[in-house]
C-alpha cells in the first residue's frame, strides 16, 4: 500500500515538546504536544497528470485485491462463521469486493464482554495515547489516499472526486476529534467556589455500538468510531453489510497503529440479526447510527427500553434521512442555482441524506429553469465509476426497486422532464438515469418522502414567503439552500427555514468538519453535529468534583506551581 497521494502534505501537528502539566484530575500527566490548529484536508486535483496516474495506479492495485474474505474480530480473536456477507460492485454485480462473515445473535454478547472488559483498561488509557493514536491513524490515510479512493469507487460506485472527499472527511474528523478531546481535557467550572477546588471532568460513557452507512462509509464510519475510542469508550462497530470492505481495512489499520484488542470490535452482520441484540444489550451505554428514518426510530425505541440489569438510561446518537429542498428566488444568479441544484441533487446518483431533493423555484423564472435544468441534467455523463464518470449506478437492488416505483409514481404526480430510465449495461450495473419531475404539488410524494437517488421534483412558489412554507412543510429538516440577491430573503431564511444545515447562495451538500457542524431537526435526527465542537460530548458524561481546601492541598498546589506543573 505505498501509493502516495500527490498534494501538498500538511505540515507536522506537533509544534512543542511533550510536557507535564496538571491533570483537572488532582493529579498529573504526559499529553500530546500542543497541535496545530485544524485545516481541512485538501482535495486532490485529478485533472493534474501526476494524480491521475496514481489514481489508475491505486485501482490497478485494488483491483488485484478485490474478492478477499476477511474475519470477524472480537476481543482480538479472528472468526469465521457460516453465514457470509458478500459485498459487490454496483457497476459490476458479479464482481466482488469482500467477503465477509456475518456476525448472528450469538456473537453480541461475545463482542459486548470483550469490549466491556477493554474499556476497563482504554478509559484510563492516558489522553496523549489514545489522541495519538487517531493523529498516526489519520497520518496513515493521508499517505494511502489514492487507495482508499479506489476502495470507495469499487465497492460503492463513487467518482474519483466524490471518493477523495469522503476520505478527505475522514482525515478531517481524526484530526478534529484529535484537537477537540484535547480541548474539552481543559474544561473548567465557571467559577471556584470559595474555600474549595472545583474540577468538570468529562468522563467516557461505556460501551457503544457504532452503526454506520453505506453512502459516506469511509468518513462516517470512521469518524462516529473514532469520537467515540478518543473519549475513553470502547466500541462494537457494525458496518453496512453494502460497505462492510472499507470499514474492514480501516479496522486494519487501527490495528496497524497500535489499537488495544477489544477497544474496537469489527462485527459486520444483518441489523434484526445483530444489530437489533446490541442495541437491546442491557449493557449497551449508547448507540451511534447514521441511516433511514425507520431503522433510526426502531433503534431509539428499542434502546428506550429498560431491560432487566440495565443501570442507566441509553444515549443514542441518531442520523437519519431527509427532504432537503434548495430555494431559487427570482433575482438569484440563474447560472449558480443551475449548477448548485444539479451538483446537490446529482452528486453520487443522489444518494445522500443531504442531497437536493425538491427545487422551489419562484413563478416569474419558473418556466426559463425548467428548460435550463433540464439541459443541464441531460448532459450528465454516466458510466462506470472507475473510468471516472460524474454519474454512477446506485447501491444494490433494493434501492433500484424503490427509485424506479418512485419514478413511476412522479409520472403521475408531475412532468418528466429527462430522465426516468433504467439504464441497461453489459455489467448489468444498477444504473438510473438522473431523473428531473416539474409541476410537482408541494404535498405530493415524490415531495415528501426520501426517495434517496437522482430523482430531482421542482415545484412553483408564488413568493418568497410561500417558497419558505414549502421548504419547511415536511417532517425532515436536515439541509437547505437559498439562492438570492435579497439580503432581507437571505436574512429572513436564516431565521425561517428549519433545518439543521443552512446554506446561502451555495449548494446543500458538502459540509466541510469544523466549518458547518453536521446534523439536522426533527425526523432528521437527533441534531449531533458531526464534526463540531459539541459532537464529543455525546460520548461523555459530565463529573462535577469539588475538594474543601484544607493547608495540606493548598501546600501541595504551591508546592506544584514552584515546580512548573
Known amino acids: ?166 476520505v478527505a472527511e475522514c482525515i478531517d474528523f481524526l484530526e478534529f476529534y484529535a484537537r477537540e478531546a484535547l480541548r474539552l481535557d481543559t474544561a473548567t467550572t465557571p467559577i471556584q467556589y470559595p474555600g474549595e477546588r472545583n474540577l468538570l471532568r468529562y468522563i467516557p460513557l461505556g460501551v457503544g455500538a457504532v452503526i454506520p452507512p453505506w453512502n459516506f462509509p469511509f468518513a462516517i464510519m470512521a469518524g462516529m468510531t473514532t469520537a467515540a475510542i478518543v473519549t475513553g469508550n470502547t466500541v462494537i462497530l457494525k458496518p453496512s453489510v453494502d460497505a462492510s470492505t472499507i470499514a474492514a481495512i480501516f479496522f486494519n489499520l487501527l490495528e496497524e497503529v497500535g489499537l488495544p484488542d477489544g477497544v474496537v470490535n469489527f462485527c459486520p452482520g ?81 444518494q445522500k441524506c443531504s442531497a437536493c431533493s425538491r427545487a422551489i423555484v419562484d413563478a416569474e423564472i419558473y418556466d426559463i429553469f425548467c428548460d435550463r435544468i433540464t439541459e443541464r441534467v441531460a448532459a450528465i455523463r454516466q458510466g462506470d465509476p472507475v473510468k471516472n464518470f460524474y454519474a454512477g449506478p446506485v447501491i444494490n437492488d433494493i434501492a433500484v426497486k424503490r427509485i424506479l416505483d418512485y419514478i413511476e409514481i412522479g409520472k403521475s404526480q408531475g412532468r418528466l422532464l429527462t430522465g426516468g430510465t433504467f439504464v441497461d449495461t453489459p455489467e448489468k450495473g444498477r444504473y438510473i438515469a438522473p431523473t428531473v419531475f416539474a409541476d410537482v404539488a408541494p404535498m405530493a410524494r415524490i415531495a415528501q418522502e426520501e426517495i434517496f437517488g437522482p430523482v430531482l421534483a421542482i415545484i412553483k412558489s408564488s413568493s418568497f414567503e410561500d417558497a419558505l412554507a414549502i421548504a419547511n412543510n415536511t417532517e425532515y429538516g436536515l439541509t437547505g439552500a437559498i439562492y438570492s440577491d435579497s439580503r432581507d430573503n437571505l436574512d429572513r431564511a436564516r431565521e425561517e427555514f428549519h433545518v439543521g444545515n443552512l446554506y446561502l447562495n451555495r449548494k446543500c451538500t458538502g459540509a466541510m468538519v469544523a466549518a458547518h457542524p453536521f446534523g439536522g431537526f426533527n425526523m432528521s435526527g437527533t441534531d449531533s453535529k458531526a464534526g463540531g465542537p459539541d459532537y464529543l460530548l455525546l460520548f461523555t458524561q459530565a463529573k462535577s468534583i469539588a475538594e474543601k481546601v484544607t493547608h495540606v492541598s493548598a501546600l501541595l498546589d504551591e508546592q506544584e506551581d514552584r515546580m512548573g506543573i
Not at 434548495?326 to 451538483?343: P, Q, Y
Open 1 to 166: 500500500m505505498g501509493i502516495c497521494a500527490k498534494h501538498e502534505p500538511h505540515s507536522s501537528p506537533y509544534t512543542l515538546p511533550p510536557k507535564r502539566v496538571k491533570s483537572n484530575a488532582m493529579a498529573t500527566l504526559t499529553i500530546t504536544p500542543a497541535l496545530a490548529p485544524f485545516t481541512t484536508e485538501l482535495f486532490v486535483d485529478f485533472t493534474a497528470s501526476a494524480n491521475k496516474r496514481a489514481m489508475e495506479a491505486a485501482l490497478a492495485q485494488v483491483a488485484t485485491e478485490l474478492g478477499r474474505e476477511y474475519d470477524l474480530v472480537i476481543g482480538g480473536k479472528r472468526i469465521r462463521t457460516e453465514g457470509k456477507i458478500i459485498s459487490t460492485n454496483p457497476a459490476n454485480p458479479s464482481q466482488i469486493v469482500g467477503t465477509h462473515q456475518r456476525a448472528a445473535a450469538e456473537h453480541a454478547e461475545t463482542a459486548m464482554l470483550a469490549a466491556q472488559q477493554a474499556f476497563a483498561k482504554w478509559s484510563r488509557t492516558p489522553l496523549a495515547d489514545r489522541v495519538d493514536l487517531l493523529l498516526r491513524a489519520a497520518a496513515l490515510i493521508r499517505e494511502r489516499k489514492f487507495l482508499f479512493c479506489a476502495w470507495l469507487t469499487y465497492e460503492v460506485g463513487k467518482n474519483w472526486a466524490e471518493a477523495d472527499a469522503d
Open 270 to 350: 444483518e441489523g434484526p440479526e445483530f444489530g437489533s441484540e446490541i442495541v437491546a444489550n442491557p449493557k449497551t451505554r449508547f448507540i451511534a447510527f447514521t441511516g433511514s428514518k425507520k431503522v433510526g426510530l426502531e433503534i431509539h425505541e428499542s434502546a428506550a427500553k429498560t431491560r432487566p440489569g440495565q443501570i442507566w438510561i441509553k444515549r443514542t446518537v441518531l442520523e437519519m434521512g431527509g427532504k432537503d429542498s434548495i430555494i431559487v428566488d427570482r433575482d438569484c444568479d440563474l447560472d449558480a442555482a443551475i449548477e448548485g441544484v444539479t451538483s446537490s441533487a446529482f452528486g453520487f446518483n443522489g
